[in-house]
């Protein structure tokens, strides 16, 4: 916890704001405040974490390289654009044609990086290795998880009457670490994966990091096979607790989310708030709720797709 401390995150937040979005918050069903995120440049919250590896630790000749499954890509892609680097991008064969789109048009270079994410960054850790690139991992180092915390000290400042639980969608687990981090103690933080992909549901019930079998419609944002050692550290003394979503939720709150309130998340994006709307949390009366939405890099086409169903 010392490494991602709420002082960590209160620095990365001085030196990230002029490069981010402050994503706005709207109340929904007069009782719940969902956190806009998807608005934020390239289209996740992944920039946060990334301009600040950028700022905190200067980049070699060689550049910036990161793992991804797209998000991370897209926003490691833009920070090294503005801050006049490199950046090289290993992605995993599922990721999809519009976050490889993205990632090229921020003037990366892409690599395919094999089969899952983690055969991604198995390639793009030879990579580091050959090269002297600086890594930008995607969720397992302490300025990762310190700059998307920057996400909870913002949502705090924007939220007047407070809140009591907020829920998370968790991939690799840098999100949810970070603003657990921040909130500790104040705040209920709940982590939402898919059936298919619980990586830190895994962890937390082993006492340790282990290896999951990944399967699920969200695979390209909430696909990490493990968790790392920092992620599994801050979460099993920081959240409160990690619920399981079907696939068939995840769509169905990409559906509702779409015809109630015109946003077009991805699924990663949507795993969150299908975790209130197919009751897999269920708050109390008077509960002061918040839910993340993360991501919007969905693919048009699986998304009127979905809506069609």
């Known amino acids: 916890m010392k490494l991602v401390s709420p002082a960590n995150i209160e620095r990365a937040e001085s030196l990230i704001r002029p490069f981010i979005r402050r994503t706005p918050v709207l109340n929904y ?4 405040s969902l956190k806009l995120e998807y608005l934020q ?45 490199r950046a090289t991008i ?28 983690d ?8 990579f580091i290795a050959d090269s002297g690139a600086l ?8 300025e990762t998880i310190s700059g998307q915390g920057t996400l909870a000290l913002e949502w705090d400042a924007q939220s007047d009457a407070g809140l009591d639980t907020v829920l998370v969608a968790v991939g690799g687990g840098g999100l949810i670490a970070g603003m657990a981090a921040w909130w500790r103690g104040s705040v209920k ?7 298919g992909s619980r990586a830190l549901h895994a962890a937390l019930r ?9 399967n699920s419609v969200a695979a390209d944002s909430l696909g990490a096979k493990q968790v790392g050692q920092l992620v599994y550290d801050i979460a099993d003394r920081a959240v409160d ?14 559906r509702t989310l779409w015809s109630d309130l015109r946003i077009a998340a991805e699924p990663g994006g949507a795993a969150a708030f299908a975790a209130f709307q197919s009751g897999a949390y269920k708050p109390i009366d008077g509960e002061r709720l918040g839910i993340l939405i993360c991501g919007a890099n969905v693919e048009l086409e699986k998304l009127a797709d979905c809506i069609r169903t």
């Open 119 to 126: 055969d991604a960054l198995a390639a793009c850790n030879t």
């Open 189 to 195: 933080v709940i982590g939402v994966e898919p059936e």
């Open 241 to 254: 607790k990690v619920v399981l979503v079907s696939d068939a939720a995840i769509l169905a709150a990409q």
């Open 135 to 142: 890594s930008v991992h995607a969720f397992d180092s302490a």
């Open 41 to 85: 440049h390239g289209g996740s919250f992944k920039p946060r974490g990334a301009h600040y590896n950028l700022l905190a630790k200067p980049a070699p000749k060689a550049g910036v390289a990161a793992a991804s499954g797209g998000n991370h890509g897209i926003a490691v892609a833009l920070a090294a654009k503005a801050h006049g680097t």
């Open 90 to 117: 290993f992605v995993p064969e599922i990721a999809s044609p519009a976050k490889i789109a993205a990632i090229r048009a921020a003037g990366a270079e892409l690599r395919i990086g094999g089969a899952r994410y």
């Open 206 to 214: 082993a006492g340790k990091p282990v290896p999951v079998d990944v």
């Open 29 to 32: 069903a007069n009782a719940i």
